[in-house]
């Protein structure tokens, strides 16, 4: 899985791996697509509904953990727009859901609002792929995701960034 693409990131030899994950649609990926769109391997940006970036000016290299934060203030300059996820679907990048404010879901219903509004605001995407935000292991959440036949990603993924930094921490 890789948040925030960089110099470092895209010295990894990605030859090895089957799939390569991109989670929360941080710019840098956008910005990186000329050379990202090159790794001839299946290629998944999982987007969280409602982090799409609106009229902001991007951001181009940000820690995920600090586009949360400002997320959280109501800032979405360090995401993609529409229109940049649509061209990387193009280039042959998939996209797939991630929650729709990309929250830890305590109960059924939450987890249902948070699946049906991110699919909803990605229906021009064919979505057949959801990593769960946080890669929680919820049992309700997975068999939720099973049931609208949707291919689960989360728990078990390598953190791309701590293969080319040890110290990285993602909070």
């Known amino acids: 899985m890789i948040h925030e693409v960089n110099e470092d990131i895209l010295k990894i030899n990605f030859d090895e791996y089957d799939i390569i994950t991109f989670d929360d649609a941080l710019y840098s990926i956008y910005y990186n697509k000329e050379i990202l769109s090159k790794i001839q391997k299946r290629k998944i940006i999982f987007v969280s509904g409602d982090i799409i970036r609106n009229d902001e000016t991007p951001l181009e290299f940000i820690k995920c953990s600090d586009a949360h934060r400002l997320y959280r203030k109501g800032d979405k300059s360090p995401y993609m727009n529409l229109e940049e996820l649509q061209e990387l679907n193009s280039l042959g990048f998939e996209i797939g859901g991630h929650g729709y404010k990309h929250l830890r879901c305590k109960n059924f219903i939450q987890i249902k609002e948070e699946v049906e509004k991110c ?53």
């Open 119 to 171: 699919l909803e605001i990605l229906k021009e995407f064919e979505i057949t792929s959801y990593c769960l935000p946080y890669n929680q292991r919820n049992p309700l959440y997975s068999t939720y995701l099973k049931y609208k036949n949707l291919e689960i990603f989360g728990y078990g993924r390598i953190d791309a960034n701590i293969l080319v930094n040890p110290n990285y921490m993602y909070i």
